[in-house]
């Protein structure tokens, strides 16, 4: 009978411990400095989650894997976790500061001292969250870790390829990426650039135009081919020339597009449609609205006809900057043809509101009305369509 009464005790327990987890990880409630004198009491690591109310990753990290059973369990078990809002005007928002924190959402892992380890962020599953916080504690992946190592000095071949890879994710201005994964790639032979283990490598970095690893891989796509398949290795050098257009017209600096153009001509395959490409980034870049509305009208006519996701960017940049008039009729006449290649509820309803700062007004009515009927379909809230359809409707 007494045997049963503790198994049932067990039980109980059991249940409750399952309880608590399933209602997600445990974040303390006092402030950092508490959190800190905790962790170094209970010889505890710390994990500092750092969020704003606005987003949207945040929240679904928060719903779907902060309650993670697995995530719940590891994270309770580790750590004493702590969250920030950084946008509180308060703790979160100085210790966004202090830590450099410039995006959403950031996870920072410390030691039970309070030395800063490791940092990671976005959205991920729950094994890769569960593996951040591994991260923190193995001295070939831990961020700081590594800076700390790198600042003393280290430089072997080694190192150097484990500092770039924990720096891939390190998303900041001072970011030392660039001169990392450089000094890496200058310890490999001509041969050795041209393995399997550094063509990945190369491949992932996302750097600017003139970084080695950038220029090596617009140089050398085929060398990519065994590894990648055709439409990713068009897709990273569509995106490298798209970045650095912007950044060329957001600089004024022509010599850069000059510079863009001829790499394009001698290095990418897709030329004319990539060329069409770099002068609507140059010119969106420049903040010259009609020219970036024509450039992207000349595009839809032709070769981006099919490319839905570039058109729909520029209506979308063109109904929230341009002013003048005949920008915004082109940014219609480019949401109109999106809407003929996916038509949704908030394509439907960009293309209602560029009708309606054109002035075309039953135009308008009749694009937001059908936005509400493909939104009762989908199941989609329907008031903002709504709300702009009872405005028109009241001039």
Same mark, same amino acid.
């Given at each position: 009978?007494?045997?049963?009464?503790y198994? #049932?005790?067990?039980f109980?327990?059991l249940a409750?411990?399952? &309880?608590g987890?399933s209602?997600? *990880?445990?974040?303390?409630?006092?402030? /950092?400095?508490?959190?800190?004198?905790?962790a170094?009491q @209970?010889?505890?690591?710390?994990?500092?989650?750092?969020?704003?109310?606005s987003?949207?990753?945040c929240?679904?990290?928060?719903?779907?894997?902060?309650?993670?059973?697995?995530?719940?369990s590891?994270?309770?078990?580790?750590?004493?976790?702590?969250k920030?809002? =950084?946008?509180?005007?308060s703790?979160?928002?100085?210790?966004?500061?202090?830590?450099?924190?410039?995006?959403?959402p950031?996870y #920072?892992?410390?030691?039970?001292?309070?030395?800063?380890?490791?940092?990671s $962020?976005?959205?991920?599953?729950?094994?890769?969250?569960?593996?951040d916080?591994?991260?923190?504690?193995?001295? +070939?992946?831990?961020?700081?870790?590594?800076?700390?190592?790198y600042?003393?000095?280290? %430089?072997? !071949?080694?190192?150097?390829?484990?500092?770039?890879?924990?720096?891939?994710?390190?998303?900041?201005?001072?970011?030392?990426?660039?001169?990392?994964?450089?000094?890496? #790639?200058?310890?490999?032979s001509? +041969?050795?650039?041209?393995s399997? &283990?550094n063509?990945?490598?190369?491949?992932t970095?996302?750097?600017?135009?003139? !970084?080695?690893?950038?220029?090596?891989?617009?140089?050398?796509?085929?060398?990519?081919?065994p590894?990648?398949?055709?439409?990713e290795?068009a897709?990273?050098?569509?995106? =490298?020339? +798209?970045r650095?257009?912007?950044?060329?017209?957001?600089?004024?600096d022509t010599?850069?597009?000059?510079?863009?153009? $001829?790499?394009?001509?001698?290095a =990418?395959?897709d030329?004319s449609?990539?060329s069409s490409?770099? &002068?609507?980034y140059f010119?969106g870049?420049?903040?010259? /609205?009609?020219?970036?509305?024509?450039?992207? /009208?000349?595009?839809a006519?032709?070769?981006?006809?099919?490319?839905w996701?570039t058109?729909? @960017?520029?209506?979308?940049?063109l109904?929230?900057?341009?002013?003048?008039k005949?920008?915004?009729?082109?940014?219609?006449?480019?949401?109109?043809r999106?809407?003929?290649?996916?038509?949704?509820?908030?394509?439907?309803?960009?293309?209602? +509101?560029l009708?309606?700062?054109?002035?075309?007004?039953?135009?308008? *009515?009749?694009?937001?009305?059908?936005? *509400?009927?493909?939104?009762k379909l989908?199941?989609?809230?329907? %008031?903002d369509?709504?709300?702009l359809?009872?405005?028109?409707?009241?001039?």
């Amino acid at each position: 009978m007494k045997a049963q009464y503790y198994l #049932l005790l067990f039980f109980i327990f059991l249940a409750l411990v399952c &309880k608590g987890q399933s209602n997600g *990880i445990t974040f303390e409630t006092a402030n /950092w400095e508490s959190v800190l004198q905790k962790a170094k009491q @209970e010889r505890k690591p710390v994990f500092l989650y750092a969020y704003t109310p606005s987003c949207g990753s945040c929240r679904q990290m928060e719903k779907e894997v902060f309650t993670n059973p697995e995530a719940v369990s590891y994270y309770n078990y580790t750590f004493v976790n702590y969250k920030i809002n =950084i946008e509180d005007g308060s703790e979160g928002e100085a210790l966004a500061a202090k830590y450099a924190i410039v995006g959403f959402p950031t996870y #920072l892992f410390f030691d039970k001292n309070g030395t800063l380890l490791h940092q990671s $962020g976005s959205a991920k599953s729950a094994p890769d969250f569960i593996l951040d916080g591994k991260n923190a504690f193995n001295p +070939r992946t831990a961020l700081f870790t590594l800076k700390r190592k790198y600042d003393k000095g280290g %430089r072997s !071949a080694r190192f150097l390829y484990d500092y770039s890879q924990a720096l891939s994710t390190f998303h900041q201005a001072d970011s030392p990426e660039e001169v990392v994964v450089a000094q890496y #790639l200058k310890t490999q032979s001509t +041969r050795q650039l041209s393995s399997e &283990k550094n063509l990945r490598f190369i491949f992932t970095r996302y750097l600017d135009l003139n !970084a080695s690893a950038t220029q090596y891989f617009l140089l050398n796509q085929q060398k990519f081919l065994p590894y990648f398949p055709d439409d990713e290795i068009a897709q990273k050098a569509q995106q =490298i020339i +798209r970045r650095a257009a912007h950044k060329a017209g957001h600089e004024n600096d022509t010599l850069l597009f000059k510079n863009i153009q $001829g790499l394009i001509s001698s290095a =990418i395959y897709d030329t004319s449609r990539l060329s069409s490409l770099a &002068k609507i980034y140059f010119f969106g870049g420049q903040g010259n /609205w009609p020219k970036y509305a024509a450039e992207t /009208w000349a595009y839809a006519k032709g070769e981006g006809g099919a490319d839905w996701i570039t058109l729909h @960017e520029t209506a979308a940049y063109l109904h929230h900057f341009a002013k003048e008039k005949e920008a915004l009729q082109v940014g219609a006449a480019i949401m109109a043809r999106v809407v003929d290649l996916e038509k949704s509820y908030d394509n439907l309803l960009l293309l209602a +509101r560029l009708l309606t700062k054109t002035g075309k007004n039953a135009a308008a *009515i009749e694009a937001a009305g059908e936005a *509400i009927t493909v939104a009762k379909l989908t199941g989609e809230d329907t %008031r903002d369509a709504e709300k702009l359809v009872s405005r028109l409707n009241e001039k």
